[in-house]
């Protein structure tokens, strides 16, 4: 889907949608009033009749509207004016998208963006407007042909010109790219989706963008350093582990990086520790956290940021095999640190150890993030709608709150006092990859937290967020936006 701008006034405009937003109980804005007078009253009509779409989530596609000279007109409701915040926004975009999608549409006015939302301006809600048609506008592909009768995508909307808005909508093709490559990722199948895969996924992204380059380091060298925990919960597999780093060269020589750091488990089965039967086609997704920090290196890289970008991803599959990592297992991870397996289902915590531990040495990030579908119980204390934060650094915790709310992809913090490692402590190693029932997700930061000792670093647990059940079930291309607004505050915008 591109983006455009056009001066020419809605009801003048000649395309295959306009789309408009309405606002519950107010009076007709000036864009409504001269469509209404345009269409001869047909939205006071159907405003006396209780028909117009007015709360957040309800759309009308009226078709063939007289009078104007789009072929269709999309009315969306926003619910009332108070209540009409930036999440509201989104939702009520994502509706409109969806109707959209099931139109025949081709291309688009979009006007979604003259309703006033409380604190934010135009080009905020343009760019959360794209995202919400972009997202919309895909249907999974890759293994499954099209329905013949499904309507086409549409391939271009534009908006109103306004100052600096082709800058703003150039910034949201680059972030919307990035959220496409996760989503793609996330909802790759685990067959075609392999450790080798992403790292050839993240070569032909870094082939594509000069300043993007990519080291990958295969499980003979990561043998050598000594990343045993990582390549512990790689044994069980025949799909080899891989180290990807894509690193972004936007900022000056020198000048230490950002670094995200990503779980890419490829498929979780839970190794020796195996899961149930039910739902388990789901751990395709538990590469999320690496497919949003590709997708992340990607969009940096369409927006040149000017700063430098460190994305490291550990690759790995978990399986049960003869020469699968055991419960009772004490590995040596790279950091010297020794780590009981309780649960090789626990394997997350295991990779990331050693990925963590070695950006921090090998990169000396100014700040490191990782991002993981770590734990269920994530998903059971924030559900869908927030990334678990955790973090020891209070300022980098407000940083990617803010980062979140600004992306309209939040995240909301947990604790992660030092009072919860206890939880992991064992005899006989210097932890344990388990911490019990209580606080299953910030047991599992405690023991990343051991390996990012001396780092600035937080650890975002998107088990809930990164992709959505039922129809259709996908990846939600989550937390690219959050993680790439962060990289732009540290962008000097
Ligand atoms: N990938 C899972 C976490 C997960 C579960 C993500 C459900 C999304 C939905 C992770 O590797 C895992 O298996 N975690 C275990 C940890 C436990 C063994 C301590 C879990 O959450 O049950
Ligand atoms: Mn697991
Ligand atoms: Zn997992």
């Known amino acids: 889907m591109q983006f455009t701008t056009t001066r020419e006034q809605a009801g003048k405009l000649d395309c295959d949608c306009l789309i408009v937003g309405l606002i519950k109980d107010q009076a007709f804005d000036s864009t409504l009033s ?49 209540k009409l915040d930036g999440p509201a926004f989104v939702r009520a975009a994502q509706a409109a998208g969806k109707a959209l999608r099931q139109s025949h549409a ?12 409380s604190d934010r301006g135009t080009d905020w809600k343009v760019h959360q407007a794209c995202l919400a048609l972009a997202h919309s506008d895909y249907i999974y592909s890759a293994t499954k042909k099209t329905d013949d009768d499904a309507p086409p995508a549409t ?14 909508l150039s910034r949201s093709e680059a972030i919307a790219a990035g959220i496409q490559r996760c989503r793609d990722l996330g909802d790759a199948p685990p067959n075609i989706c392999t450790p080798i895969y992403l790292a050839e996924t993240a070569e032909r992204i870094a082939a594509e963008h000069p300043g993007l380059n990519v080291e990958i380091l295969d499980e003979q ?20 582990p891989r180290l990807i780093r894509l690193s972004w060269k936007g900022g000056k020589e020198g000048d230490a990086p950002l670094a995200l750091v990503g779980k890419g488990v490829t498929f979780d089965t839970g190794g020796i520790s195996i899961k149930p039967r039910d739902l388990m086609e789901q751990m395709k997704f538990d590469m999320c956290g690496a497919a949003s920090v590709i997708g992340a290196l990607e969009a940096a890289a369409r927006l040149k940021l000017p700063i430098n970008v460190e994305g490291v991803v550990a690759a790995v599959e978990n399986m049960p095999d003869g020469k699968a990592y055991r419960p009772g297992d004490v590995i040596t991870a790279l950091s010297g640190k020794t780590i009981e397996v309780h649960n090789t289902d626990a394997e997350g915590r295991m990779i990331l150890a050693d990925a963590i531990y070695w950006t921090g040495r090998e990169l000396k990030p100014a700040a490191m993030v990782d991002i993981a579908t770590l734990t269920g119980a994530c998903v059971v204390a924030l ?86 059940w039922g129809k259709p079930e996908s990846a939600t291309g989550r937390p690219v936006g959050m993680l790439v607004q962060w990289l732009e505050s540290h962008a000097g915008g």
């Not at 405003?47 to 007289?66: A, I, Q, R, Y």
């Not at 081709?106 to 939302?117: I, K, S, W």
């Not at 391939?155 to 703003?168: T, Y």
């Open 34 to 82: 001269t469509i209404d007078s345009a269409t001869g009253g047909l939205l006071e009509r159907l405003k006396s009749k209780g028909e117009l779409p007015e709360k957040v989530g309800k759309t009308l596609m009226l078709h063939d509207p007289s009078g104007i000279e789009a072929s269709r007109l999309l009315l969306v409701g926003m619910g009332k004016s108070e």
């Open 106 to 117: 081709r291309n688009a006015h979009c006007l979604l963006a003259e309703v006033g939302v």
């Open 155 to 168: 391939d271009m909307v534009s908006f109103p010109a306004g100052d600096n808005l082709e800058e703003v």
């Open 221 to 240: 060298q990561m043998e050598e350093i000594g990343m045993r925990s990582l390549l512990a919960v790689g044994r069980g597999s025949i799909n080899p």
């Open 383 to 468: 559900g869908h709608h927030a990334s678990g934060i955790m973090t020891q650094n209070d300022e980098l915790a407000e940083e990617l709150l803010a980062a979140g709310l600004e992306a309209a992809d939040r995240g909301w913090r947990l604790p992660l006092w030092d009072e919860y490692q206890e939880q992991i402590e064992t005899p006989f190693a210097d932890m344990k990859n388990l911490g019990g029932m209580p606080a299953g997700s910030i047991t599992a930061a405690c023991l990343l937290a051991r390996f990012a000792e001396g780092q600035r670093w937080a650890h975002i647990d998107i088990a809930g967020s990164a992709w959505r």
